[in-house]
């Protein structure tokens, strides 16, 4: 699987959008890219996930590049409660394993 | 519908014993995946199961074992523990298996072990 790159740390204003950017560009054609946050002392909570087209939903929109070597994960309105460590993780496809390989991820803080 | 139920949800054991934890996935998800989060390694997969088959190994010593039960129930354990053992473990369950890779894992609260 593809490794990812994340800045470690990010503010955001409450009620501002935050913007939180990912760097893949080893990827491959059957890799998809899946953001998962994780609130202290909780586990990791699935956001959305995309193959090559921007995707949205109730929480998140992601936003893939063309090349697909970079993806930015948008939460429209930030709110203290999205404080969390966010992740980008990379996974193939194919195959028959749900197995993930998260990196350090991006700690958020919102600020109110 | 119930969540991932993972138990318990804290324990403390002493250095050499051995513990088991158990996970129990949401109804009707029949793959069960376990990862060790420490604070110095982040979040490491240890194993998957499905249908009570193994698919899928991380790289941890054979102290760490587990099993999944026909209800999917699935059970970890660690022999001969260390204190390098101490960590959250958490247990994700999925809804497929075999090609249904891209359904989202949802994840327990985790059990707290602390080695002493």
């Known amino acids: 699987d593809a490794k990812t790159t994340q800045p470690p740390s990010m503010d955001c204003a409450e009620g501002r959008a935050a913007n939180l950017p990912c760097n893949h560009s080893t990827i491959s054609g059957n890799e998809y890219v899946y953001w998962y946050r994780q609130i202290h002392s909780q586990g990791p909570q699935y956001i959305i996930h995309g193959l090559k087209n921007n995707e949205t939903n109730e929480m998140a929109s992601l936003i893939i590049t063309e090349d697909r070597k970079s993806s930015t994960l948008i939460l429209p309105h930030a709110t203290l409660r999205d404080t969390a460590v966010y992740y980008c993780i990379v996974r193939r496809v194919s195959g028959n394993t749900g197995k993930l390989i998260f990196g350090q991820g991006t700690t958020l803080q919102v600020k109110p | 519908k119930a969540g991932v139920t993972q138990t318990p949800r804290y324990l403390i054991k002493t250095r050499g014993q051995q513990v088991t934890l158990s996970c129990s996935p949401i109804?009707?998800?029949?793959?069960v995946s376990w990862y060790q989060q420490t604070p110095g390694q982040g979040l490491q997969f240890l194993f998957e199961?499905?249908?009570?088959?193994?698919?899928n190994k991380g790289n941890f010593p054979g102290r760490f074992s587990g099993r999944q039960f026909s209800n999917s129930r699935s059970e970890m354990n660690v022999s001969t523990l260390e204190l390098g053992d101490s960590a959250l473990y958490l247990c994700a369950s999925r809804s497929g298996g075999g090609e249904m890779v891209n359904t989202e894992a949802f994840f327990g609260q985790g059990t707290r072990l602390t080695v002493v």
């Open positions: 109804s009707g998800h029949r793959s």
């Open positions: 199961y499905f249908s009570e088959t193994q698919r």
